[in-house]
């Protein structure tokens, strides 16, 4: 079993910045990504970033691609989301997950944090 914690969500004004943090209960596989997502009520839950242990390699939807960047920290099982340029629309709980593979393969995903709340004002 891995647990995630996320933690770094609050209210930011639109054009501000924040960083999200997913820590691991316990070191991973190499093999492992880890991944942030995000949905708002009434919405399918929107992948954003991913990042493999074993190589590095990002993974990043259209959509935030430029503005948001994704890294991990080996030492201490964690990895960030560095957002930049927030947008009121990016108002949504911010979830990690981690699983086995690709982190752009939406299936792999077998681990899930509880999420934490991220709210950009106008």
């Known amino acids: 079993q891995v647990q995630l914690v996320e933690s770094g969500g609050g209210l930011v004004q639109a054009g501000g910045s924040l960083r999200l943090s997913c820590a691991a209960s316990r070191r991973t596989f190499s093999s492992y990504s880890m991944g942030w997502f995000r949905q708002t009520p009434g919405k399918e839950r929107e992948f954003l970033a991913a990042?493999?242990?074993?190589?590095?390699?990002?993974y990043y939807a259209d959509s935030v691609k430029g503005r948001f960047t994704i890294s991990g920290d080996n030492a201490k099982n964690t990895v960030y989301l560095q957002m930049n340029s927030l947008k009121p629309e990016d108002t949504a709980v911010y979830s990690c997950?981690?699983?086995?593979?690709?982190?752009?393969?939406?299936?792999?995903?077998?681990?899930w944090g509880q999420g934490t709340q991220v709210t950009v004002s106008s």
């Open positions: 997950a981690a699983g086995d593979g690709p982190g752009n393969n939406k299936n792999i995903y077998r681990y």
């Open positions: 990042f493999r242990w074993s190589d590095d390699t990002t």
